[in-house]
């Protein structure tokens, strides 16, 4: 009986939205950036959202963490309350203090989330990115990949329920881009949820869904199933065009 | 209690980052003392003129290069991005607010005193230590004011273009009453007169401090939105 009320409440959990989109505008001006996009994320998906530049893709992802309000539609969390700590959020820019060590942004950042035991969930996360041996150095000194694995524990710190990716593969060489998938890769067998906006296709192989944006619009929205690299390169090319 | 941990972990990180890369404060403080330089030259220091003119000295060289530590305050977290980590976080915008103008205050503070150590050590102005006390009072509040606008103002117009020259426009109009406040008090202190008209200029800087700092503090959140 017990076992059977633990598989509902996991039925729930997962098919229950954690977060729904409902006709979705955003205008800047006379510009349309995101035009009527409707999307349900539920926990444990990991959704990769691609398209050209000025698709809206950044903007879309802005809305989401309240960054920025709908000009139309709505954005709401079923069953609970939009609150800041739900979100995790890596930029293409680190987010992280480069006078400061990696150690003290963590920590830092740890206190405005409140954790109960900072230096223990910091010393975790630094393992966790392979960054315990560069802790005390400044985040100037960092390489591009360390920063954006930085700024990845940054936004894991709190344990966040979405996190949201804005194209952290930009800048990073192939080493460092091939670090960055195993940890995403990591991130997606914990089933963590995430919505992550890349133009490499690293990306498909992590996602459970798709999603193309191009001029606001969504093109496709689909559970990734077993499509390749190749069949989406052509259908992507397709749908937005070469 | 969580707030004051808060704004105190703010505060301390601007404070540690300006102990790190002290440039702003370098610069203001090479600003501060080139004022008094100038003024130095205009006036002998046995003239009596110097003890009149004394006060408008100290809080022209106080306040004005101010201006470029409250610029680069926001500006260096817009540059790297940090302000939207901060925003991102679940932090209460007006505490976010109070951590960078604590940070402001005692900044400027700091610049303050080494001024005034330059200024006694330029005009030779005699001041007993109960004087010198009094003086701080009048920093403390004059600081707060300073800070509490500055720093809503240096949120404002730090995605400007022309922020630099924006912000002493917007700001110094604002303070006027202030300044007109702390340089009537100062002089009152520097004369050697009765404290009774001091204490009525340290009153209205006390409610100055309360109004603007409760004003940025409401206002601070729409500053920050998109």
Same mark, same amino acid.
């Given at each position: 009986m017990v076992q059977n009320r633990a598989v509902v409440a996991e039925s729930v959990l997962f098919k229950e939205p954690l977060l729904q989109l409902r006709s979705v505008t955003k205008r800047f001006g006379s510009i349309t950036?995101?035009?009527?996009v409707d999307l349900e994320i539920r926990r444990g998906e990991f959704w990769t959202i691609f398209g050209p530049n000025g698709a809206g893709k950044s903007t879309l992802l802005r809305v989401v963490a309240g960054l920025t309000g709908p000009s139309e539609g709505s954005v709401s969390w079923p069953g609970s309350t939009m609150d800041r700590s739900r979100i995790g959020y890596v930029s293409?820019?680190? +987010? +992280? *203090?480069?006078? +400061?060590t990696g150690l003290e942004n963590l920590l830092f950042f740890a206190r405005l989330y409140a954790l109960t035991e900072p230096r223990r969930r910091v010393d975790e996360l630094l393992q966790q990115m392979d960054l315990v041996n560069a802790s005390?150095?400044?985040?100037?000194? *960092?390489s591009s990949g360390m920063r954006q694995r930085l700024s990845l524990a940054r936004a894991l710190l709190h344990d966040p329920d979405l996190l949201l990716l804005d194209?952290? *593969?930009?800048?990073?060489d192939q080493h460092g881009g091939r670090l960055l998938t195993e940890i995403l890769n990591g991130l997606r067998d914990e089933k963590r949820t995430v919505l992550l906006i890349t133009h490499s296709l690293e990306g498909l192989d992590l996602a459970s869904h798709l999603l193309v944006l191009n001029r606001g619009e969504v093109l496709l929205l689909r559970p990734?199933?077993? +499509?390749?690299r190749g069949e989406f390169e052509k259908l992507y090319f397709e749908l937005v065009g070469s | 209690m969580r707030y004051w941990r808060l704004i105190f972990v703010l505060a301390r990180k601007d404070l540690r980052l300006e102990y790190r890369s002290p440039q702003s404060l370098l610069t203001t403080l090479f600003f501060a003392v080139l004022i008094l330089v100038v003024f130095n030259f205009a006036f002998?220091?046995?003239?009596?003129a110097v003890r009149t003119a004394a006060p408008g000295i100290l809080w022209v060289s106080m306040l004005f290069p101010g201006v470029i530590q409250l610029n680069r305050s926001f500006q260096s977290e817009r540059e790297e991005g940090t302000l939207l980590g901060l925003i991102l976080s679940p932090v209460d915008r007006g505490i976010l607010f109070f951590g960078k103008c604590a940070a402001n205050w005692v900044l400027l503070l700091l610049v303050d005193f080494l001024v005034l150590i330059c200024f006694f050590l330029f005009y030779n102005v005699g001041i007993s230590s109960t004087e010198i006390g009094l003086l701080f009072l009048l920093l403390l509040l004059v600081g707060g004011v300073f800070s509490a606008v500055g720093t809503l103002f240096a949120a404002m117009v730090s995605?400007?273009?022309a922020r630099d020259v924006l912000l002493p426009v917007l700001l110094f109009p604002i303070l006027v009453p202030e300044v007109v406040a702390a340089v009537n008090a100062t002089r009152e202190l520097l004369g050697g007169n009765s404290l009774q008209y001091f204490w009525h200029w340290v009153k209205l800087l006390a409610v100055a401090d309360v109004v603007f700092l409760a004003a940025a503090f409401l206002l601070f959140d729409f500053v920050l939105e998109e």
């Open positions: 950036a995101v035009r009527k293409h820019q680190s +987010l +992280l *203090y480069g006078d +400061l005390d150095r400044p985040v100037r000194e *960092y194209e952290p *593969y930009a800048g990073l990734r199933g077993d +499509l390749t | 002998d220091p046995g003239d009596p995605t400007l273009r």
